[in-house]
């Protein structure tokens, strides 16, 4: 089992920049497909991105695509999300989840461990 710490969060203007971090638990990180989701008020929550075990293969939907980075430091533990170029509906609780499959699912059904969330805001 894994437990999932989200930090990094927080208020910016639009245009703006944040990195999360989610520091996992465990010697067994490197064995986690790692997601970054998020929950807008009022809508289903959704990936926003996902990274292999090694870190080789990355996946990112659509709306962010060329403005966030994901990554991770399998000795440190942890996965990151760096997110340029912040607009407004980028505002929601942003989640780190852990998969212990070895393929990158897109679905929220296939992540077995999550963290609390971190709550970003982007103001226009």
């Known amino acids: 089992q894994v437990q999932l710490v989200e930090s990094g969060g927080g208020l910016v203007q639009a245009g703006g920049s944040l990195r999360l971090s989610c520091a996992a638990s465990?010697?067994?990180?490197?064995?986690?497909?790692m997601g970054w989701f998020r929950q807008a008020p009022g809508k289903e929550r959704e990936l926003v991105a996902a990274?292999?075990?090694?870190?080789?293969?990355?996946y990112y939907s659509d709306s962010v695509k060329g403005r966030f980075t994901i990554s991770r430091d399998n000795a440190k533990t942890t996965v990151y999300l760096q997110m340029n170029s912040l607009k407004p509906e980028d505002t929601a609780v942003y989640y780190c989840?852990?998969?212990?499959?070895?393929?990158?699912?897109?679905?929220?059904?296939?992540?077995?461990?999550w963290g609390q969330g971190t709550q970003v805001t982007v103001s226009s």
């Open positions: 989840a852990a998969d212990r499959t070895s393929a990158v699912h897109t679905t929220l059904d296939e992540y077995d461990y």
């Open positions: 465990g010697r067994t990180f490197g064995t986690y497909v």
């Open positions: 990274i292999s075990r090694s870190g080789s293969y990355t």
